[in-house]
Nanobody
Framework: QVQLVESGGGSVQAGGSLRLSCAAS????????MGWFRQAPGKEREFVVY????????ASADSVKGRFTISRDVAKNTVYLQMNNLRPEDTAVYYC???????????????WGQGTQVTVST
């Protein structure tokens, strides 16, 4: 059974930093792309960043380039999202997800975590 569990969300002032974690279990037989998405109230879920299984391929949304970084600790089966220079418009519920392909489309992700809230104040 696949489980993705996010943690690390919280409230921060603009310009601050947070690091989200996503602990994965059950992803043993297939090499998954790990992605982060976010959803703000009244908006659709949007792509933030992904990393391929081997770490050789990454992609990020233009809105977070240069501020957000994805990384992975293979030994701990954990994926991280380091978020720096946070802005109020980054406020959303953040989700990690796993896909069998390299894609930015949320519909192509097979497994999802429960989400963690990030709130950025001015």
């Amino acid at each position: 059974q696949v489980q993705l569990v996010e943690s690390g969300g919280g409230s921060v002032q603009a310009g601050g930093s947070l690091r989200l974690s996503c602990a994965a279990s059950g992803l043993t037989s297939v090499r998954y792309t790990m992605g982060w998405f976010r959803q703000a109230p009244g908006k659709e879920r949007e792509f933030v960043v992904y990393e391929s299984w081997g770490g050789g391929a990454t992609a990020s949304a233009d809105s977070v380039k240069g501020r957000f970084t994805i990384s992975r600790d293979v030994a701990k089966n954990t994926v991280y999202l380091q978020m720096n220079n946070l802005r109020p418009e980054d406020t959303a519920v953040y989700y990690c997800a796993a896909s069998r392909i390299l894609t930015t489309l949320p519909t192509r992700y097979d497994y999802w975590g429960q989400g963690t809230q990030v709130t950025v104040s001015t």
